[in-house]
């Protein structure tokens, strides 16, 4: 997966320097395991404002066991934001799932009955708990209300910072996600950014998982009788059934003991997850295009304030004056502490990638 996407962010980054590019649609294919992956159209603009919109598409598997996601995602700086006025970063995006019949066919199935508002197990009818998910809350296209970041009054230091896709999509969205172990996380690498006086120097992290058995959960702590809320938790469930929790705890059982082999005819034998990776995706990207004797933009390069990791340069690279410090900030001789400009460049990055927000 990782490899997927550097190839696509390789013919994606040809040139991000002019005030408005345009790039079209690039795709890799692999058939152990059966993955797809495209990424664009691709806009990037850095004038009047900084702003990008993005297209990434990714399927894994085939026939009944195929999922994917689909995603378009843009964001907006202020005006002319310069080194010091950078004030806020609009985002729209949207978010769309492919689910397998092999899933929905689990989630039908009358073992899960006491997932409903009623159940008859052992002979006992209980009032159920209503949580089973529906998956169509994913499936059909979700359009985030546009957002509004401002953090003007934002100072430095800044600590690196992860953000889960899940929480921003609605309770009935998160139920589902978190149900079947399915999560992206923008990592905010906002420790090793870098600004100008109009373009920015950042890297691209991200953690990728879908159906990750380890992290499917139900919406309160009991949901799963003995299990707490842990879809695959180890605990025995207890074998004759009398009580609602212990007849949930099966229900638990049984949605994990079959989405398990649905992972391991997508992912391979073993695995725990169609997906379950994090990548520094323009490192992957430079190591895959060296691999492949391909000559990479001036725009992937060395991060500047820490060598070791890619970033990615948009816009022009003057770099900011550096002003004349008081007494207050006199030992703060790159200014960083006297705008929020680091933080704001940053934010306009986890704006267009937040959507997924390496698979």
Known sequence: MMKTLCFIFLCSLTAVNAATVNIGAFGVTSTTPATKTYVGPLKLVDDPALGFTLDINGTYGTGVNEIGFKMQVGAKTNDNPGCTEFKTVKMDATFQMTMPSAVTDVLGNSALDCFKKTCTKGGYTFTGIDILPNVTALTSEIKLPQQTYDVSSLTPPYADYELKLSPLLGADKEKVMNFLGIEFTLILALSELQVY???MEVPVYMKFEILKTSIMTTP???????????????????????????????????????????????????????????????????????SQNVTLPDNIKKCTTNANVTCMGIGNTDKCPSPSPSPKDADDLDGAGTNSFYLMSYLAVFAVYAMLYEL
């Open 220 to 290: 309160e702590s009991d949901n799963c009788g003995a299990r707490g809320d842990k879809v695959c938790g180890t605990q025995t469930c207890t074998s004759i059934i009398t009580t609602l929790a212990i007849a949930q705890c099966h229900a638990c059982k049984f949605l994990c003991d079959n989405i398990k082999p649905i992972v391991a005819t997508i992912a391979g034998s073993g695995k725990t997850a169609v997906v379950d990776d994090k990548a520094d995706l323009l490192g992957a990207l430079k190591d895959f295009a060296t």
């Open 197 to 199: 006086k109009k373009g």
